[in-house]
C-alpha cells in the first residue's frame, strides 16, 4: 500500500535529523513564533440585541523541525501574518462567544490544518466592555451601545497539543482592584528584634488581584459566566454582606478563602491560583501635631504602593494535576 500523502509528509518532515544540529554542542531548549496582539472586534448581530467581543490575540506555533531556525529553511513557516489572517477568518467563520472558546477554536485549526504543526499556544485578552444601562431608562440594559469598564481583565492561555496532554485550559482575572476601610485586622505575628509593626486590630484593606484557573474538563463549560462566577466569589469574600462586611485576618486568609470557594462551586476547575499585593495605607501620625489635629487620626492615610506585600497560593485538587 502506498503511504497517504500526510504520513508521506510526517516522515519528510520527522523531528531534526539534520546534520548540522546532529554535530552541534548546541540543541534548541524551547522555541515558539507567532503573532501578538492581534486586535479583534466581532460583532454578533443575530436580532436586535447585539453581543460584542474586542480581543488581542496572540498565536505561538512549535513546529516539529528545527530547519526554520537551524537552516534558515521556511518551507513550514506558517507565516506571522498568515497566523494574523486566521486569527481574523476564523472569527468570520465561527464568531467569538468567549475568548476561550476562541482560542480553542484557533488552536485546533492550526493542528488540523498543518500537520507539521506540534503545539499551538493562544493568548486571549478581552476588552472590557459592559452594556449600558440608563437610570431613567427603567435600567433597561442597552441593545447595541457599551460602556468601557475596566473594573477586572479578562483573558485566557489555551494549549492544544498533537500529544498527550491534548489541551490546557486557563482563564484568569487581572486588575481586580478593591478597598476597604474596616473588617480587616494584621495582629499576633511574629514578634522579634526585627518588627516594627504595631499589631492593627483595624486597618484598611486594599489590593489588586490576579486569578488563574485551570480546567480540567471544558465540556459544556460557560467560560463567561464561570469568569463572573469567579469574580463575584472574590468581590464576596473580600467585601461580605453590604452592611457588616467580613472580617479578614490576614490577606493569606482572605486569599484562601476565596481559592476553596471556586473549588467548592466550579467542580472543571483543577486547580487556582491567586496573587494578592497589600497595597499599604498607612496612617499619618498626627501626634506631633496636636495644636493643629488634636485626638486620634483614623481619617487620613498615607497611599504607599512601594515596597508592598505580596500573598500568593495556588490551591488544586488533591487527586488532579495541573500546569499552574
Ligand atoms: O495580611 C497581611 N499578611 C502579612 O503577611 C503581612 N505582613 C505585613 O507587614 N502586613 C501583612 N498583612
Same mark, same amino acid.
Given at each position: 500500500m502506498f503511504p497517504s500523502p500526510l504520513q508521506n509528509y510526517t516522515k519528510l518532515n520527522a523531528p531534526t535529523a539534520f546534520s548540522h544540529e546532529q554535530q552541534?554542542?548546541?540543541?534548541?531548549v524551547s522555541k515558539s513564533y507567532g503573532k501578538d496582539a492581534v486586535k479583534v472586534l466581532h460583532v454578533?448581530?443575530?436580532?436586535p440585541v447585539h453581543t460584542i467581543q474586542e480581543l488581542e490575540v496572540g498565536t505561538h506555533l512549535k513546529l516539529n523541525s528545527n530547519k526554520d531556525y537551524?537552516?534558515?529553511?521556511?518551507?513550514?513557516v506558517v507565516a506571522t501574518d498568515s497566523q494574523k489572517n486566521t486569527v481574523y477568518l476564523l472569527a468570520k467563520k465561527y464568531? %467569538?462567544?468567549s475568548p476561550e472558546k476562541f482560542a480553542l477554536i484557533v488552536g485546533n485549526h492550526f493542528l488540523s490544518k498543518y500537520a507539521h504543526v506540534e503545539e499551538a499556544h493562544v493568548h486571549v485578552e478581552a476588552y472590557p466592555w459592559q452594556r449600558i444601562h440608563q437610570k431613567?431608562?427603567?435600567s433597561q440594559p442597552h441593545n447595541h451601545a457599551f460602556l468601557f469598564s475596566p473594573t477586572a481583565e479578562h483573558y485566557c492561555d489555551v494549549i492544544v497539543r498533537r500529544?498527550?496532554?491534548k489541551q490546557t485550559v486557563i482563564s484568569g482575572i487581572r486588575g481586580l482592584r478593591v478597598l476597604k476601610t474596616t473588617q480587616s485586622s494584621f495582629v499576633n505575628f511574629v514578634d522579634d528584634e526585627y518588627r516594627s509593626l504595631a499589631d492593627q486590630s483595624d486597618r484598611i484593606f486594599s489590593t489588586v488581584v490576579e486569578c488563574a484557573w485551570e480546567y480540567s474538563c471544558t465540556k459544556s463549560v460557560d467560560f463567561l459566566s464561570v469568569w463572573q462566577t469567579v469574580k463575584d466569589i472574590i468581590l464576596k469574600n473580600f467585601?461580605?454582606?453590604?452592611? %457588616?462586611g467580613i472580617y479578614s485576618p490576614s490577606v493569606q486568609n482572605t486569599l484562601y478563602l476565596s481559592e476553596k470557594d471556586v473549588l467548592d462551586v466550579v467542580p472543571q476547575v483543577a486547580v487556582i491560583t491567586m496573587t494578592m499585593p497589600n497595597k499599604h495605607y498607612f496612617t499619618f501620625d498626627t501626634k506631633p501635631f496636636q495644636q493643629v489635629a488634636p485626638g486620634e487620626n483614623n481619617e487620613v492615610f498615607i497611599p504607599t504602593d512601594k515596597p508592598h506585600g505580596t500573598i500568593h497560593a495556588v490551591l488544586g485538587r488533591k487527586d488532579l494535576k495541573s500546569h499552574l
Open positions: 552541534s554542542p548546541y540543541e534548541i454578533n448581530r443575530r436580532g537551524v537552516l534558515g529553511v521556511n518551507s513550514d464568531g %467569538v462567544e431613567n431608562q427603567q500529544q498527550a496532554p467585601a461580605g454582606d453590604p452592611n %457588616v
